[in-house]
């Protein structure tokens, strides 16, 4: 039989996870640059971790633990050995079918962030998508102040090049959010 202290921890976890996973999802198919069937990988990974520590993580810092948890699935994941030995092959078997397909800009996005490491991608999007100061990135990412610094600086050069050849009406409508990546992340 379950101690009501654990029903109340598992119901505290469950609003935790209906308010948020939608964040998580977004921010992890961002670092995972589109792929979101990576990006649901990593959200489950996380969430796993974080129902696992629940009981000993302050409530004022779950959503910053939660990203930081996010950040290392994402890196950790670029370390495997079975990501290095994979191969791609001319003809896939078969096509998963998206909800939607993805808007010009979002391809666009999703390309240019792909091509940025993963540890820069992680700055950019975290001190970007999430306003978190330059402090809580390095604290996310394990790394100095002036490394994200440095890394976000680049991260967002590259950025501006690789979307410079967007036309100026599709640039003016990522700008202003409406098609479908900012803030908030795809729609």
């Known amino acids: 039989m379950r101690r009501t202290s654990d029903s109340a921890r598992d119901d505290q976890f469950r609003a935790y996870v209906v308010q948020r996973r939608g964040g998580l999802l977004r921010t992890a198919t961002l670092l995972s640059a589109g792929n979101s069937h990576r990006a649901e990988d990593l959200v489950q990974t996380v969430l796993l971790r974080l129902y696992l520590s629940w009981s000993r993580i302050r409530g004022d810092t779950r959503d910053a633990y939660a990203r930081k948890m996010l950040v290392n699935a994402h890196l950790d994941e670029r370390r495997r050995p079975h990501i290095r030995r994979e191969r791609a092959h001319a003809e896939v078997p078969d ?3 998206e909800d ?3 808007t010009d800009t979002e ?3 999703f390309r240019a ?9 992680a700055a950019v999007i975290l001190r970007h998508l999430h306003d978190a100061s330059v402090a809580e990135t390095a604290d996310a990412l394990g790394c100095s102040e002036g490394t994200v610094k440095s890394q976000t600086a680049r991260g967002l050069a590259q950025l501006r090049a690789a979307l410079s050849e967007l036309s100026d009406g599709t640039r003016d409508h990522a700008v202003d959010g409406s098609a479908g990546v900012g803030k908030e992340g795809p729609t």
Do not use: D, I, S
């Not at 962030?113 to 991608?121: F, G, Q, V």
């Open 95 to 97: 096509v998963a079918v």
């Open 113 to 121: 962030l792909a091509e940025l490491p993963p540890r820069m991608r």
């Open 100 to 102: 939607r397909e993805p």
């Open 107 to 109: 391809t666009a996005v």
